[in-house]
Nanobody, 126 residues
Framework: QVQLVESGGDSVQAGGSLRLSCAAS????????MGWFRQAPGNEREGVAA????????YYVDAVKGRFTISQDNAKNTLYLQMNSLKPEDTGTYYC???????????????????WGQGTQVTVSS
C-alpha cells in the first residue's frame, strides 16, 4: 500500500525559507516519478516541481525556478522541497505525489499522478 506523508509546512514571512519532506512507503521509491504540487484557496492544484528516475532530472514551474529545489534521498525513501525566497503567492497546501511513469513533457500535470499525500500548509505573509 503506497503511503506518502508530508511534513515541514509552516507560516513564514516573505523572503524566508522552508524545507518540506515527504516520507514514502509501500513501493519502489527510486523507480517512481515524484512531484510536489500546491493548491491555494479557490485555485486548481498546480505542479511546482518534479523529479524523474532518469538522471534523475528535475523540473520546475517557471514561478519557482531559482528559488525551489526538489531532491530525494533513496536510502531514506524521502522526497524534499527546499523553498527559498518565499513570496506570499507561494501560500497554499503542498502535496507530494508519485507515479510509476509520467511523460517528460507532462511531468507537472496533476492528473498523471496516481498517489497523493494529505498535504502540508505553507503560509507566507508579506
Amino acid at each position: 500500500q503506497v503511503q506518502l506523508v508530508e511534513s515541514g509546512g509552516d507560516s513564514v514571512q516573505a523572503g524566508g525559507s522552508l524545507r518540506l519532506s515527504c516520507a514514502a512507503s509501500g513501493y519502489s521509491f527510486s523507480h517512481y516519478c515524484m512531484g510536489w504540487f500546491r493548491q491555494a484557496p479557490g485555485n486548481e492544484r498546480e505542479g511546482v516541481a518534479a523529479i524523474d528516475t532518469a538522471g534523475p532530472t528535475t523540473y520546475y514551474v517557471d514561478a519557482v525556478k531559482g528559488r525551489f529545489t526538489i531532491s530525494q534521498d533513496n536510502a531514506k525513501n524521502t522526497l524534499y522541497l527546499q523553498m527559498n525566497s518565499l513570496k506570499p503567492e507561494d501560500t497554499g497546501t503542498y502535496y507530494c505525489s508519485a507515479s510509476p511513469y509520467v511523460p517528460r513533457a507532462r511531468v507537472l500535470q496533476t492528473d498523471l499522478y496516481n498517489y497523493w499525500g494529505q498535504g502540508t500548509q505553507v503560509t507566507v505573509s508579506s
